[in-house]
């Protein structure tokens, strides 16, 4: 099963994307689990996760996040502005799953 991790200032915004990447999962009978998490859960949670999505709010945390994440070998970036903010679940899933070939 891959873990994808989406993060944002406080977790709560991508907790309403993370919904509609699951449903997305389960149309495409995926084995996926999506959690979303603040960026101060990130540290803890990094491990568990293969990929990380950053909320488009905290792309100015990119590098100190990309300097946790690269070490541990995992794919990071931000998503998209307008896929975030539409809460298009099927392109987040889409990039994450790029990042993770």
């Not at 995992?74 to 896929?83: E, F, Q, S, V, Y």
Request: charged letters at 25%.
């Amino acid at each position: 099963m891959k873990k994808i991790l989406l993060c944002c200032s406080a977790g709560m915004s991508t907790s309403m994307l993370v919904q509609r990447m699951q449903a997305e999962v389960t149309k495409r009978a995926l084995d996926i689990e999506i959690k979303a998490a603040s960026t101060i859960e990130l540290k803890h949670l990094i491990t568990d996760a293969d990929v990380v999505l950053l909320g488009p709010q905290v792309r100015h945390q990119l590098a100190h996040f990309s300097a946790i994440a690269n070490p541990l070998g995992k794919p990071i970036d931000i998503i998209d502005m307008m896929d975030y903010g539409a809460l298009r679940g099927d392109k987040v899933l889409d990039k994450a799953l790029s990042l993770l070939e």
